[in-house]
């Protein structure tokens, strides 16, 4: 990975690339000199921001706020990781923004705003497009790639992977065929693929989990996307394909000043590869801030509970980990009051139980933080 013929496809942004938290390009690195990225500016305005969002689920039994009230910004050539639980609507969260909820489910309330590209900072409410409407769907693979944990439920089985990413690129960027064909080749290059020449034209079954991975990053890629959101892309994967997919994903951001949205358990690819961190707990937001901030001083006691419950390298190996407290709430029974008083050991009697704490404001580092021991009960 990471040789000269790994040069950049994806259509010219007129984003400035930034630099990487990687090593410092040389002027003869692949892209040129022309494209040295500039040092970080830290106060960009968020490429995309979600506000409240609320994305229920209505089956028969009851009602799954799987997302309820969910707020964070993606900023471009950064990545902000969502950790949390299982259940707790990290995929829920990804997506709506997507506008790929499956029925039951659908968005009920928020907001998810995402900045034009070059029109003075316009911006359009995803939640208020038609999820199966031109504009989203040139959104959704054009604006906003993704990658799934289990690329073999997104390849179709009777076409060919290549099949696959020319009639995306098609759709996108109106090339014919021969000019996509040439593109995904790049494209399955560019992600490590060996031999991309033959490879494009198999099936997504006969390539390994690892290459299979590849081809799905190189399809979420295809058309230039500016946001890519990753939902567990690594879990399936073998140790060493882990580190190199992380590591393709850090050298593509690095080069195209792409936002990446990575959704991971593993706290341990958070803290290498993440910006910026939200924690999430039963369809909301608990705790959001910068990486370093989050790992070193957690301030809510749920994430402070997550991050005991990553294994230590110091620990012996029969040392039992400490899970978190108390288990989840059934989907159907959302506690009253802070949704994790009932596992929480600080939690404030006559005032836990009672009231929702809100996600306010922490700290000048960007934190914020949703609970009493930090903000009082809003007035009624
Ligand atoms: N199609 C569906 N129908 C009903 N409920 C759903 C559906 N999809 C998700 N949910 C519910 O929404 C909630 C959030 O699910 P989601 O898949 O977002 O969790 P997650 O945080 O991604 O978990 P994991 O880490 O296991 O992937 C869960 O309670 C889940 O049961
Ligand atoms: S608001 Fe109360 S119950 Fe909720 S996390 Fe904070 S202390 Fe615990
Ligand atoms: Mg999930």
Redesign the pocket.
């Known amino acids: 990975m990471g040789g000269p013929d790994m040069a950049p496809q994806t259509p010219q942004r007129s984003d400035t690339p930034r630099q990487s938290r990687g090593a410092p390009r040389s002027p003869d690195a692949p892209g040129g000199p022309d494209m040295a990225p500039p040092t970080p500016r830290r106060s960009d305005a968020a490429i995309l921001s979600v506000r409240e969002l609320r ?1 229920h ?1 209505f ?1 028969e039994d009851g009602v ?4 309820d009230g969910a707020s964070f910004d993606v900023h471009a050539g950064r990545t902000l990781g ?1 950790v ?12 709506s923004i997507l506008g790929i ?5 659908r968005i009920v309330g928020g907001e998810i705003r995402l900045r034009r590209q070059g029109d003075g900072g316009g911006e359009d409410d995803l939640v208020r497009l038609d999820p199966r409407g031109p504009e989203m769907r040139r959104i959704r693979g054009g604006e906003i790639g993704l990658v799934f ?1 289990e690329p073999m439920s997104s390849f179709s089985p009777v076409h060919t992977v290549g099949n696959q990413i020319v009639e995306t690129i098609r759709l996108h960027l109106g090339l014919d065929r021969a000019a996509a064909r040439a593109r995904a080749i790049e494209l399955l290059r560019m992600v490590g693929i060996p031999r991309p020449e033959r490879r494009i034209d198999e099936y997504a079954f006969q390539l390994s989990g690892g290459l299979r991975q590849r081809a799905m990053i190189a399809t979420a890629l295809c058309c230039g996307p500016r946001i890519l959101i990753a ?2 892309p690594t879990t399936a994967l073998d140790v060493t394909t882990q580190a190199q997919i992380l590591a393709l994903l850090r050298e593509l951001q690095a080069r195209e000043r792409m936002a990446i949205v990575l ?1 991971t ?1 593993n706290l341990g690819v958070v803290a290498e590869l993440c910006d910026e961190v939200v924690v ?1 707990y039963l ?1 909301r937001v608990v705790e959001r801030g910068p990486v370093d901030a989050i790992f070193h001083a957690p301030q809510h006691p749920y994430t402070r509970a997550l991050l005991r419950s990553i294994p230590s390298v110091h620990a012996r190996v029969r040392t039992k980990l400490p899970a978190i407290a108390g288990s ?1 709430p059934h ?1 159907y029974r959302r506690p009253a009051g802070c949704p994790f008083h009932p596992r929480c050991a600080e939690a404030l009697r006559g005032t836990c139980e009672q009231h929702e704490p809100e996600l306010q404001p922490l700290a000048a580092d960007g934190r914020a933080v949703s609970c009493f021991l930090h903000h009082p009960v809003a007035a009624p």
Do not use: N
């Open positions: 994305t689920f089956a799954v706020k799987a997302v969502i949390g639980e299982s259940g707790c609507g990290k995929s829920v969260t990804a997506r909820v499956e029925r039951p489910g944990q939902d567990e959704i358990h999430m369809g989840l989907p």
